[in-house]
């Protein structure tokens, strides 16, 4: 089981990218989703996964974050194609709508 992800958002205008790694990435997209998290992100509504790897160390995730930050944007846009070419959210289905309204679906009624 992979212990680490490296992971691109993007806005819905596609205009801003931001690279980031953890340990759990569907509680790490969700956390953008809801503008938790990262200034930078919220300011940029930063909400559209479009690319992810997995790994092994925490340590290689770092590596490869700090790596895909130095490149030029023309090549992280080619690495983002190369996996989802219509740059679709691949997270679309992860969540419900209470989880994307910030609710927790064990405590809220109704």
């Not at 995730?61 to 895909?68: G, N, P, W």
């Not at 679709?88 to 609710?103: A, R, V």
Request: net charge negative; no cysteine; hydrophobic share 35%.
């Amino acid at each position: 089981m992979p212990n680490s992800y490296i992971y691109i958002m993007s806005n819905t205008g596609l205009t801003t990218l931001y690279i980031g790694v953890t340990n759990d990435l569907e509680r790490r997209v969700l956390q953008h989703k809801l503008e938790i998290g990262s200034e930078f992100t919220k300011k940029y509504k930063l909400k559209k996964l479009l690319y992810f790897e997995e790994g092994a160390l925490i340590e290689d995730a770092i590596a490869r974050e700090k790596q895909l930050k130095r490149w030029h944007q023309d090549w992280k846009w080619n690495l983002i194609k190369s996996m989802n070419p219509n740059l679709d959210d691949l997270s679309i289905s992860w969540y419900d709508e209470e989880m994307l309204k910030g609710l927790d679906p064990e405590t809220s009624s109704g």
